[in-house]
């Protein structure tokens, strides 16, 4: 906890963290850093959702009658994670990935569904409310809890959030539970510390782009905001910059860089040890130069530590692979859903572009403006498909266009450099061309949803049936692009009143009572639409 991080403790800490980052050096001098493979892999968030299709804060209980290492916690007790296992890049990797993602779905919605329980692909949950972000709904977790308790020391108040959009929120909360509001589909990339910082700096280059591809977090708190609001939200969520702050925590923690990286990871891991306070630490039960000594990779368990409280966009992971220490590339910028295809198709495209543009840029640098990289991903964040990208001859392109004309092509010139399937090639590029010549994102279809059921049912009714329809199109693991848009019929208040219009449905003449909700009205209306029968109001007022 806080209180116990503080003096010696977080003293020493300082000092582990410092002999890691020396021992990282050593070893990418010394070339023990594997090179020339390349593995990939992904990290899965999901929301847990009850039979109203509201957050259902029951993560402890499902991991307890999951008993798989493959599933872990989130901030929130109503998120879940499940990690899938690294992969080699090549051959049928991609449908692997996807076929795993299924199994794990299965087990999770399987287990789930005996206790009421079910679970949605989306980056924020349409039905989340404020009031469900208190910390009785935060994990028991002395990690979580304790980094929770530092950030809104340094904050010195409350979290403020303004994000404008088509509409406008302006809301305060007490913690940093804001940040379980997100959920995304986080795709690794191993790559070699000697070409990591072209690797590196590729990746931020074609942040922009692929954003732009898969936006799925158009709204919160009902409120119509960003292409993909879980940007803006999640780098307010965990700011922790008071007023006339330190120099120190000039930079959020939530951060997509500050230029590109010249030489070696190690920029990246000096600059944030040297911007950013250390909020937990623990005792470290390993020396790593004797580690090193004795011919074992060390586990940098402080830097690791460290590394998981700054929240790079493109960010650099340390770790071991069978006993090997290995450097990837974390892409942090997909949001979770709307499928599992749609997933595997985003990485699919990240992957590609990856590796062809790595393989005609030896310095993507000298082909592209860090400005305007970092300029192509806030207008993602905000525009998705309809965001200009200034590309590499400096000229201003339609984010629609650029993928279809030129990173597509590019994109299945990289995974047949790869060796991937053809047939895997084929599907999920083609998902992807489908999806951006149809412009049909998640984004865009939960808003055309939204607009189809205007000025019917209420607010939430209407959120409801988001996600009621989302978790049904998710079952039969179509894209997005194939999705019919969510009908209010799909679902409306509750599965209640669903199975009363169906128990009047069997009717000729349907009588509503005085007391009938006005969901119930709104919906057996737009039943007498579709059927073509009368309906009769006991009040007469319909």
């Not at 020339?36 to 992904?42: I, L, N, Y």
């Not at 990286?261 to 790593?288: C, H, N, Q």
């Not at 205007?454 to 049904?472: S, Y």
């Not at 599965?495 to 349907?510: A, E, L, R």
Request: aromatic fraction near 8%; include cysteine.
């Amino acid at each position: 906890m806080r209180g116990e991080f503080a003096g010696e403790h977080r003293r020493q800490f300082m000092r582990d963290l410092l002999r890691d980052l020396q021992a990282l050096e050593q070893m990418i001098q010394d070339g023990l850093i594997e090179e020339g493979v390349r593995r990939t892999g992904a990290e899965q968030e999901v929301f847990l959702i009850n039979s109203s299709w509201h957050p259902a804060p029951a993560a402890l209980e499902l991991l307890e009658r999951l008993d798989d290492p493959h599933f872990t916690t989130e901030l929130g007790l109503f998120n879940l994670e499940f990690n899938l296992e690294p992969h080699m890049l090549g051959g049928n990797c991609l449908s692997a990935m996807e076929a795993e993602l299924i199994q794990h779905a299965t087990k999770l919605r399987n287990v789930a569904n005996e206790v009421d329980i079910d679970f949605i692909l989306t980056g924020i949950l349409p039905t989340i409310h404020k009031t469900d972000l208190g910390l009785e709904n935060m994990t028991p977790n002395d990690r979580y809890l304790a980094i929770n308790l530092a950030m809104t020391e340094l904050r010195g108040g409350e979290y403020d959030f303004y994000i404008k959009g088509l509409d406008e929120l302006l809301v305060t909360h007490d913690s940093i539970m804001l940040e379980a509001c997100n959920a995304s589909f986080q795709v690794h990339l191993q790559v070699g510390a000697k070409e990591f910082a072209n690797f590196y700096n590729t990746a931020m280059a074609l942040t922009g782009p692929i954003l732009a591809s898969c936006t799925n977090s158009p709204m919160l708190f009902g409120r119509r905001l960003w292409a993909e609001t879980r940007i803006a939200l999640f780098q307010q969520s965990i700011d922790v910059r008071p007023t006339g702050s330190h120099p120190r925590e000039s930079s959020p923690r939530v951060t997509f860089g500050n230029g590109w990286v010249k030489d070696s990871v190690m920029e990246l891991y000096r600059e944030d040890v040297a911007r950013f306070r250390t909020l937990v630490g623990m005792p470290v039960d390993e020396d790593p130069f004797e580690k090193l000594k004795n011919d074992e990779a060390p586990q940098l368990k402080a830097l690791r530590l460290h590394n998981g409280t700054v929240y790079r966009w493109n960010r650099a992971c340390y770790g071991l692979t069978d006993g090997k220490p290995h450097l990837r590339i974390e892409n942090r910028v997909m949001p979770s859903g709307p499928s599992f295809a749609d997933e595997v198709a985003n990485a699919a495209f990240w992957l590609g572009m990856m590796q062809s543009f790595t393989s005609e840029f030896e310095d993507i640098t000298k082909a592209f403006e860090f400005e305007h990289a970092h300029m192509n991903f806030l207008s993602a964040a905000r525009q998705g498909l309809g965001a200009p990208m200034t590309w590499s001859n400096g000229d201003e392109i339609p984010a629609q266009r650029l993928i279809l004309d030129e990173l597509l092509p590019r994109a299945a010139d990289g995974l047949d450099q790869r060796g991937i399937d053809p047939a895997d090639r084929d599907r999920y590029l083609g998902i992807m061309e489908q999806r951006i010549s149809m412009g049909r994102t998640g984004s865009r279809w939960i808003l055309h949803s939204l607009a189809g059921m205007k000025a019917r049912g209420t607010v939430g009714q209407r959120l409801n049936t988001l996600v009621a329809a989302t978790v049904e199109r998710q079952k039969d693991n179509h894209p997005v692009a194939l999705w019919d848009l969510a009908h209010l019929e799909e679902i409306g208040a509750g599965q209640h009143n669903y199975f009363k219009i169906s128990q009047y449905m069997q009717t000729d003449v349907i009588s509503v009572q005085p007391d009938e909700s006005a969901f119930l009205v709104a919906n057996l209306m737009e039943w007498e639409r579709l059927r073509h029968i009368p309906v009769e109001s006991s009040d007469n007022k319909l």
